[in-house]
């Protein structure tokens, strides 16, 4: 079965007023920035759903997947994350209009009636980005200690106590 892709550009207006979903892949190549900190030959699965709430807004409810090839920052060497992501947009057309949104909608900024769905979708996927990426502790092949006794010093005792032993061992 081949691959259905989602468009670059849609009318969100008409797709809200008329309930209309979308569902399909985007490519990772196509996503310039992404594909620029990424190393991943795949896809982002994506499945949106717009519509017009109770109070008339337009929004567009978004779920993706992906799986991308990162470089682990503690040992440099690759590994697998996955992104599962849920949002929910309120769509505008103006600043004044983003300002006015109720708190459970993050703005999608509509320009000359039409909405970027591929820059949407990979905003979506750099927010969800670690700030430094790295395998779990337990899956990396650099092993850090958990705690190191020998430096650790009980509550109350003085760090300066060795220049003191030194100091009486060259009065000597």
Known sequence: MPEKLIPEHIDPFRYAEQNLGLDGI???ASMHRL??????????????QFGIDEQGIRFLKGHLETK???QCQRCMEPFVYEIMSD?????????DEANALPERYEPALA?????ALR???EDEIILNLPIIPRHEPEDCKVK????????????????????????KHKQQ
Do not use: A, H, M, Y
Not at 35 to 48: A, C, K, N, P, R
Not at 111 to 115: A, K, V
């Open 119 to 121: 820059d949407l979708i």
């Open 87 to 95: 949002f929910v947009l309120g769509i505008v057309t103006t600043l």
């Open 68 to 70: 991308l090839s990162l």
């Open 26 to 28: 985007v490519k990772i």
């Open 35 to 48: 594909s620029s900190i990424v190393s991943s030959d795949g896809g982002v699965t994506v499945d949106l």
């Open 111 to 115: 320009t000359d009636g039409q909405l």
């Open 144 to 167: 850090l200690p958990l705690s190191d006794s020998g430096w650790e010093q009980e509550k109350g005792e003085n760090p300066f106590r060795v220049l003191e032993s030194l100091k």
